[in-house]
């Protein structure tokens, strides 16, 4: 799940589509009425819930008439047949996601608190799981962003763009995000079915995946020759809590090498933390490396954190359509600012922003506040970043164990 980029402040994620500040307030409304001013008692000797409310009336300011969600949440235990199945949390949850889901943003999601330990644990780089980033194409589709490498997603032919169709024979058109993550997840050693269909083909198929735990090291360094010299070769996986520290730390050991040039590979890097991918464009250009466009049409400009070790050092960087968010943000700074050439084929084309909010109990909430452009002015969304040279990875080159994106970078290095 994506699809998720945070802004330097709140820790935005980074993941599609439109905004309504409106719900801010809406939400929060909910949550002061519900958790901190009714008292819901669930009385299971007589098998009939007493629900007890104070304070109905919404606070002054706010047109919204709450008696018919009252009424409702009044009628269900009293008049549901199973008694059993009414539990007062679980409704308030419903009631959330159902509020945030009418917007029609696939990615202005209601956690509750399991969903939004699993958010939190993805960014940490570890969770149980088949090992594959997913969130939602342009007709809001749910679909594979991308597969992370060395994975049972990645050994089972999982590609990105791949649309979900079922995940253990439950149909995924009506699923938010986080119910996804919730289905595809589980313990270790389990299974799970997806019904994919493959972008460019009529006929879905299954595939069974086991679940392992997940545990991928964000940033990795290799050396390779090219006609000049030494390339230091750079694997970026996501942007989560620990690349920062993992890319200065590999950064360190190639500044401290006589290396001719650059690859940074974003290919199937679905994004992460906004902060991060700063950071790692900070490397190689001063200035502003995102810019980030509110709903008022205000337009701020994200510049570089720190003076990078590498502003002048030949660059190429590898993308493909599984790398999305961060990863083009980090993708579309470097090709806005001809510090270095876009190699492979064209990007995701995520390019909303979520603001991710702590709620009481564990629960979180992510809101699209934003669109990020890059530095030129130009919008991510649904367009995604175009390499400025485009080359093709076909199924017979990775059958063949060959990487022409990877041995045109070392070329034009």
Do not use: C
């Not at 199945?85 to 996601?97: C, F």
């Not at 950064?251 to 902060?275: C, F, W, Y």
């Not at 084929?345 to 909430?365: M, N, R, Y």
């Amino acid at each position: 799940m994506d699809e998720k980029a945070h802004s330097p402040k709140n820790r935005n994620y980074f993941i599609n589509f439109f905004v309504q500040f409106a719900v801010v307030a809406v939400v929060f409304l909910l949550i002061g009425f519900v958790i901190g001013q009714k008292k819901i008692e669930i009385d299971r000797k007589n098998f009939v819930p007493k629900i007890s409310i104070t304070n109905e009336l919404p606070p002054a300011g706010q047109n919204v008439d709450f008696s018919l969600f009252w009424e409702v949440f009044n009628s269900l235990p009293q008049k549901y047949f199973d008694k059993q199945d009414i539990e007062g949390q679980k409704l308030l949850y419903g009631a959330i996601s159902g509020m945030v889901r009418s917007l029609g943003d696939p990615y202005t999601a209601f956690f509750d608190p399991k969903q939004n330990e699993s958010i939190r644990a993805d960014l940490s780089g570890s969770y149980e799981g088949v090992g594959i980033q997913i969130g939602f194409n342009d007709k809001k589709r749910l679909v594979v962003i991308t597969p992370l490498k060395s994975t049972p997603a990645e050994r089972a032919g999982v590609r990105p763009k791949d649309l979900i169709l079922k995940i253990s024979d439950k149909e995924t058109f009506d699923l938010t995000l986080p119910e996804a993550v919730d289905l595809i997840r589980g313990p270790a050693g389990s299974k799970v079915k997806l019904t994919l269909q493959r972008e460019s083909e009529d006929k879905p198929y299954d595939v069974e995946v086991e679940r392992v735990k997940i545990s991928v090291k964000s940033v990795e360094v290799e050396y390779r020759q090219s006609k000049k010299g030494e390339v230091a070769y750079f694997r970026v996986t996501r942007f989560g809590e620990q690349t920062d520290s993992e890319w200065d730390q590999a950064v360190s050991e190639v500044a401290a090498k006589d290396v001719k040039g650059i690859i940074v590979d974003m290919r199937n890097n679905p994004g992460g933390l906004l902060t991060s991918s700063i950071h790692l464009a900070s490397e190689f250009s001063r200035g502003t490396i995102v810019k980030q466009e509110s709903a008022d049409g205000s337009i701020r400009s994200l510049a570089s954190d720190h003076e990078g070790k590498f502003m002048k050092t030949p660059l190429v960087v590898l993308v493909n359509g599984g790398s999305a968010s961060a990863a083009e943000i980090f993708a579309g700074a470097i090709k806005d600012k001809d510090r270095g050439k876009i190699v492979g084929e064209k990007t995701f084309g995520k390019g909303s922003v979520q603001d991710a909010i702590e709620l009481p109990g564990g629960s979180g909430l992510h809101i699209t506040i934003a669109r990020w452009l890059t530095p030129d002015g130009n919008s991510i969304h649904e367009k995604g970043i175009e390499p400025n040279e485009k080359v093709e990875l076909t199924n017979e080159d990775t059958k063949q164990n060959r990487d022409p994106q990877l041995d045109r970078a070392l070329e034009i290095i």
